[in-house]
């Protein structure tokens, strides 16, 4: 199968090299193995689509800091949402299916263990530009496949898991909110996952998470257990501030037992 994966970031580099038994090509603005592509340009995204005509798509590109998307709306919105467009016209004029990486701040997290019949009620920036990027992609009539996902980890540059590792590794005190519940999510899994999914036949709106609802706090402490840091050095931040608004309990239930709870997982990641 062609595959075109647009975005290099964490799971965009781990899926170029688990679908290398495909014929795999890799776009972004920068980085290695890439094809050098602007996706706000309409006109690049079409010649992209002319030269390689890829079967599927793999949408992983995405503004992702929740604070800097709730500092530039309109940025995070031309990345979530608009480009998405340019990539949705090349593949209906082309032909292809799309898959798009999506996220549990579609959800407001008053309840947890949300499913995918669930009403979405984003309460962010980086949640309202990701629920508009799923809509536009079900709005126009191409073969799509939806996956919702929590807290990628795992070795690479993983945002929470890198800095509770690399702190704990040091010797360094953190301090960690109580409050947030989330299903981590083991890229590997998520990759696997896809994998075994190339071929989707249905339009479908998946939750693909990690087994296991935990707070932030807890996700730590689990780290420390199995990677055998002092425990002591992870502090409760009674204190934290952030800029945007955070759903308290975005867990979601998984729709595979492919995906693995918290400690099997870090295990393994040893």
């Known amino acids: 199968m062609r595959i075109l994966i ?3 970031g964490f799971l965009g580099s781990k899926l ?5 038994d495909n014929d795999v090509y890799m776009a972004s603005l920068h980085g290695k193995n890439c094809i050098q592509l602007d996706m706000f340009d309409a006109d690049a995204v079409h010649t992209l689509y002319q030269v390689i ?3 599927l798509t793999i949408l992983t590109a995405a503004m992702t800091n929740v604070d800097e998307c709730e500092q530039k709306p309109e940025l995070a919105r031309r990345i979530n949402s ?5 990539f949705i ?3 209906n004029f082309y032909g292809g299916k799309i898959i798009y990486i999506s996220t549990d701040n579609v959800f407001d997290g008053t309840k947890g263990n949300y ?3 669930d009403k979405p009620n984003p309460i962010n920036v980086y949640g309202r530009t990701k629920l508009e990027g799923e809509r536009t992609i079900i709005n126009y009539n191409i073969p799509y496949l939806i996956l919702r996902t929590s807290v990628l980890y795992g070795w690479g540059n993983s945002r929470f898991f890198s800095w509770c590792y690399e702190n704990l590794n040091e010797g360094r005190e953190i301090k960690i909110s109580k409050e947030y519940t989330v299903s981590p999510t083991l890229v590997d899994d998520l990759v696997n996952f896809i994998h075994s ?3 989707f036949k249905e339009n479908k709106i998946l939750h693909v998470c990690g087994r296991e609802a935990v707070t932030k706090y807890e996700f730590a402490i689990k780290i420390a257990k199995v990677f055998n840091f002092d425990q002591n050095l992870i502090k409760e931040a009674t204190d934290f501030k952030q800029i945007a608004l955070r759903p308290k309990n975005s867990s979601m239930i998984t729709c595979s037992d492919m995906f ?3 400690e099997d997982g870090l295990q393994y990641l040893r």
């Open 16 to 20: 170029y090299t688990r679908l290398e």
């Open 115 to 117: 499913i995918p019949e």
């Open 53 to 55: 005509k890829p079967e």
């Open 197 to 199: 999914n190339l071929d």
């Open 82 to 86: 608009f480009s998405i467009i340019n």
């Open 89 to 91: 016209v090349a593949i």
């Open 260 to 262: 693995k709870n918290v």
């Open 6 to 8: 647009i975005g290099n």
